[in-house]
Antibody, heavy 120, light 110 residues
Framework: QVQLQESGPGLVKPSQTLSLTCTVSGGSISSGDYYWSWIRQPPGKGLEWIGYIYYSGSTYYNPSLKSRVTISVDTSKNQFSLKLSSVTAADTAVYYC????????????WGQGTLVTVSS | QSALTQPRSVSGSPGQSVTISCTGTSSDVGGYNYVSWYQQHPGKAPKLMIYDVSKRPSGVPDRFSGSKSGNTASLTISGLQAEDEADYYCCSYAGSYTFVFGGGTKLTVL
C-alpha cells in the first residue's frame, strides 16, 4: 500500500520561500506509472491544484502560480519537493502531495497534508 | 483558468438520492472525459470517489456514480448514509497538462 508523507516548516515569513518534501513509501517514484502532484487548501476553502512532476523531471504547473513554483524530484530518496517563492498570507494553506496514475486521470493517493502558515 | 462551479450545499435524508453538479466550460469539463470527484471529511485528506467521469476505484460503494452532459458533470449518491456527510469536490483536466478543481459542496445528511 503506497503512502505519501509531507514534511517541512509550518511557519514561513512573508516574501520568503516555502519548501516542502513528500516522501513516498510502498512504491517507487521511478516506476514511471505515475505523476506526482502538489495540491493546497486554504483554511475553510476549496482545493487548488499547484502542479505535478514525472520521475524524469518533466513538470507541469498551474498557470496562476507558475512564476513562483518549482517542483523537483529525487528518485534516490523516493521524494519530490515543492518550492513556492515570494509567499504572502494568501499562501497559508494545508499542502497535500498526491499521486496521479498514468492509466487514468484522478488523484488516487494523498498524503495527510501539512499546514503552512505565512506570518511574520 | 477559473474554478469549476459547484453548489455550496446540498442535503438529503437517509436512503434518499442526491446529485451534485459541477459546471465548467468547453475548455475543461466539456472538452475531456477526465472529471474526478473527491470526498473530504473534516480534518482529513480528500478521497478519490470517481475518475474519468464515471469510473469507481476499487472499494468505493456503487451508491456513488458519475456522469457528464456538455459542460456539466454530476455526482449522484443513492441510498444516502450518515457517513456520506462530507465535502465533495470535482476536478477536471483543463488541457496542457493542467487541472482545475470546483469550489466544493457540503453534503448534509438530515
Amino acid at each position: 500500500q503506497v503512502q505519501l508523507q509531507e514534511s517541512g516548516p509550518g511557519l514561513v515569513k512573508p516574501s520568503q520561500t516555502l519548501s516542502l518534501t513528500c516522501t513516498v513509501s510502498g512504491g517507487s517514484i521511478s516506476s514511471g506509472d505515475y505523476y506526482w502532484s502538489w495540491i493546497r487548501q486554504p483554511p475553510g476553502k476549496g482545493l487548488e491544484w499547484i502542479g505535478y512532476i514525472y520521475y524524469s523531471g518533466s513538470t507541469y504547473y498551474n498557470p496562476s502560480l507558475k512564476s513562483r513554483v518549482t517542483i523537483s524530484v529525487d528518485t534516490s530518496k523516493n521524494q519530490f519537493s515543492l518550492k513556492l517563492s515570494s509567499v504572502t498570507a494568501a499562501d497559508t494553506a494545508v499542502y497535500y502531495c498526491a499521486r496521479v496514475p498514468r492509466a487514468y486521470v484522478g488523484f488516487d493517493y494523498w498524503g495527510q497534508g501539512t499546514l503552512v502558515t505565512v506570518s511574520s | 483558468q477559473s474554478a469549476l462551479t459547484q453548489p455550496r450545499s446540498v442535503s438529503g435524508s437517509p436512503g434518499q438520492s442526491v446529485t451534485i453538479s459541477c459546471t465548467g466550460t468547453s475548455s475543461d469539463v466539456g472538452g475531456y472525459n477526465y472529471v474526478s470527484w473527491y470526498q473530504q471529511h473534516p480534518g482529513k485528506a480528500p478521497k478519490l470517489m470517481i475518475y474519468d467521469v464515471s469510473k469507481r476505484p476499487s472499494g468505493v460503494p456503487d451508491r456513488f456514480s458519475g456522469s457528464k452532459s456538455g459542460n456539466t458533470a454530476s455526482l449522484t449518491i443513492s441510498g444516502l448514509q450518515a457517513e456520506d456527510e462530507a465535502d465533495y469536490y470535482c476536478c477536471s483536466y483543463a488541457g496542457s497538462y493542467t487541472f482545475v478543481f470546483g469550489g466544493g459542496t457540503k453534503l448534509t445528511v438530515l
